[in-house]
């Protein structure tokens, strides 16, 4: 009551009420003019090039060496056979020219308009911005992107085990290779890290031969230098590096990485625990474009397609739940992206170090991530552990042997000598490993896995990674065929933005039983999944009339949980009993609906078996 009379005093004069209001402008224009300085500065943090240099930024998603998908958008790599070629001198020098504030904190670099030219030719040598990267001060900060919790954690990290850090690089920019360096030797406790090993692979570039000799010497951290002057690919090089470390614990990571505050203690916390266990950080992405820190992803694990193409899924329920109770506990992941890892020196040599059979790169992270777990080992992420690392849209490396022949070759001996039944499913539809199976010599490997006991593939599917979508016995695989139509359901061929295939459910035209497009899987529990962790998916909500079917990622939830009537070949949704059908509206013309059950023959499905071993 009170308050409401002054309220009604306060109007009685405009002078009196002026006065009154004099504090709340006063409060309010200086958050105004707070606001807008702090847009500002906004604003100046996430500048980037002029548009119309550019192509227009788009989420385009593209594919690393590290075969892991990220969206961003991008706007130099496009038109490069535009710009005149990087020139020896460029090729050759060492440019590196840091500006003190350039990529502070892991914020992006601008390029002067007046650089723009340069800055393409020189992004041809090394397929990221090189000129931005030589702008940054090798011991630039970055944010700390880890749940507040990981900080105290590991406060005893003086009884962990001690570190080789390998880094293996060919043909490395100066700049991004001793920002790795200096990343490790300013976010590292010291007394964890043995040594050093830079294991160069052939490298041509004049600055990487007695410059870089003599700058390494004069590091805080001891750094030996291993060279091959013959080109012998990344897997053997780190096997080069491998055997000269004198660490308990190897510790690989690319030439071109960035470790974060906290990486390497809780990687070494894991091995402390289990030397059985190999562990990954969680790779956040430097921008190949304006070196900008950015965090990636935390609820994913590794894993794979059907054309064992490396990829990154939503985690599985178990691992989820664990997440929900600590989200700071390293997690079980089937598979791991190969570039940055923690392994134990004497297990990574008693399981099989790597399978030397294989050329320059690829595969050897499922290799390696098999093997490790079929023959009594783990492989985890610790979300506590992030390192930042370049993704590239394509590669600067030459491929001695050509690109498809190495890397399909390695995957064939994956197959071979890993994958059981599954290696003549994934030969069946992959004819170019199909083609280098019969050139592999795998008699060494298969003797280590007999002499390891190692477990089948099976076990690893059913144990490991059973939200997996490949073909088994317990479940069916093949084609899904609509009897009113005689067309079959297919894959959508648009990409969403993990690179999942995604969009509305369609039939077409049948084809013959080497089409992938047309090959589903079943699973008791319900779920018509293929290639790549797609779901037939409809809502549970039970509106009237038909609803639409889509695909898109696995999710594990009751929505996408289906089940065949084998009497009235009918596929019904669960959760809502209605029909799987033929849309004949307008609306829907192209793609299939959920809609009630009335034994229309557009309701009428067969599930065909095909064979996959
Ligand atoms: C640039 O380099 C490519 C391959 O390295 C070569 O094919 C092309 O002719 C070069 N172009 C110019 C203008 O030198
Ligand atoms: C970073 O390195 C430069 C020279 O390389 C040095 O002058 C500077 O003090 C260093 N800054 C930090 C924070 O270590
Ligand atoms: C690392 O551990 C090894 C073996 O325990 C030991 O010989 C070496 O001195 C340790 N290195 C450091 C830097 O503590
Ligand atoms: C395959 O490799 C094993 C051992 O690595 C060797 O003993 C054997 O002779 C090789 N077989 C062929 C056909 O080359
Ligand atoms: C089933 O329902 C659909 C529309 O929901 C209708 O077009 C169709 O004729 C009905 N079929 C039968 C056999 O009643
Ligand atoms: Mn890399």
Not at 249 to 254: G, P, Q
Not at 443 to 470: G, V
Request: proline share 4%.
């Amino acid at each position: 009551m009170f308050d409401r009379f002054r309220f009604s005093t306060m109007l009685a004069g405009p002078v009196r009420r002026f006065k009154r209001l004099l504090p709340v402008l006063f409060f309010f224009l200086t958050f105004v003019i707070f606001f807008v300085w702090k847009l500002i500065q906004f604003t100046k943090q996430n500048e980037v090039h002029p548009k119309h240099l550019f192509r227009k930024k788009s989420a385009e998603d593209f594919n690393d060496n590290y075969r892991i998908k990220v969206i961003i958008g991008h706007y130099v790599g496009n038109s490069i056979d535009k710009v005149p070629n990087a020139t020896k001198e460029m090729i050759n020098q060492n440019n590196f020219n840091p500006i003190p504030s350039a990529g502070k904190n892991g914020r992006p670099v601008v390029v002067d308009s007046k650089d723009f030219l340069k800055m393409r030719q020189m992004y041809q040598i090394n397929r990221f911005n090189l000129l931005a990267s030589d702008k940054i001060p090798l011991n630039r900060s970055l944010p700390d992107f880890r749940r507040k919790k990981c900080s105290g954690l590991f406060s005893d990290y003086r009884t962990y085990p001690n570190t080789s850090i390998i880094i293996v690089f060919h043909n490395e920019a100066w700049s991004t290779l001793f920002r790795t360096v200096w990343s490790v030797i300013n976010r590292s406790p010291h007394e964890l890290v043995e040594e050093i090993i830079l294991v160069d692979d052939a490298s041509e570039r004049d600055f990487l031969k007695k410059p870089l000799e003599d700058y390494i010497k004069a590091l805080p951290i001891k750094t030996r230098l291993l060279r091959s002057f013959q080109r012998i690919g990344l897997i053997k090089a780190r096997l080069k590096g491998a055997l000269a470390a004198k660490g308990e614990v190897l510790t690989f990571l690319d030439a071109h990485c960035e470790c974060t505050i906290g990486w390497l203690e809780s990687l070494l916390s894991v091995i402390k625990e289990d030397k059985k266990t190999v562990v990954c950080p969680v790779i956040d992405i430097i921008n190949d474009d304006t070196f900008a820190y950015v965090k990636s992803f935390e609820l994913h694990w590794g894993a794979f397609n059907w054309n064992l193409q490396f990829r990154w899924y939503t985690l599985g329920g178990k691992e989820m739940k664990l997440r929900k109770k600590d989200a700071t506990l390293p997690f079980n992941t089937p598979a791991m992206a190969g570039g940055l890892f923690a392994i134990d020196k004497q297990f990574f040599f008693d399981i099989g170090a790597y399978d030397e059979g294989m050329n320059i790169w690829g595969g050897e992270n499922l290799e390696m991530s098999f093997r490790i777990w079929q023959c009594g080992g783990q492989v985890q992420i610790a979300p506590c552990s992030r390192v930042g690392h370049i993704f590239r849209k394509s590669s600067p490396y030459s491929f001695p042997g050509g690109i498809d022949k190495t890397l399909y070759s390695n995957l064939a001996r994956v197959a071979l000598v890993w994958m059981d039944d599954w290696a003549n499913f994934y030969f069946k539809y992959n004819q170019e490993a199909s083609r280098m199976k019969n050139n592999q010599n795998v008699t060494a490997r298969m003797d280590l896995r007999k002499r390891m006991q190692c477990k089948s593939f099976e076990w690893y599917l059913d144990n490991i990674w059973p939200q997996h979508f490949f073909p088994k016995d317990d479940r069916f695989f093949g084609r899904i065929r609509n009897l009113a139509e005689d067309k079959c359901l297919i894959k959508p061929d648009k990409k969403g933005l993990s690179n999942q295939p995604m969009g509305i459910a369609k039939i077409e035209k049948c084809f013959g039983d080497d089409f992938i497009v047309e090959m589903f899987v079943m699973t008791l529990e319900g779920f018509i999944m293929t290639d790549d962790s797609v779901c037939l998916d409809a809502p549970e909500k039970i509106g009237t009339g038909p609803q639409k079917v889509r695909i898109t990622a696995c999710s594990g939830f009751s929505r996408q949980k289906w089940e065949y009537d084998h009497e009235n070949k009918e596929l019904r949704h669960m959760s809502n009993h209605k029909c799987l059908d033929i849309s004949k509206s307008k609306e829907f013309s192209e793609g299939l609906v959920i809609t009630d059950c009335n034994g229309s023959k557009s309701q009428k499905w067969t599930l065909e078996e095909v064979k996959w071993k």
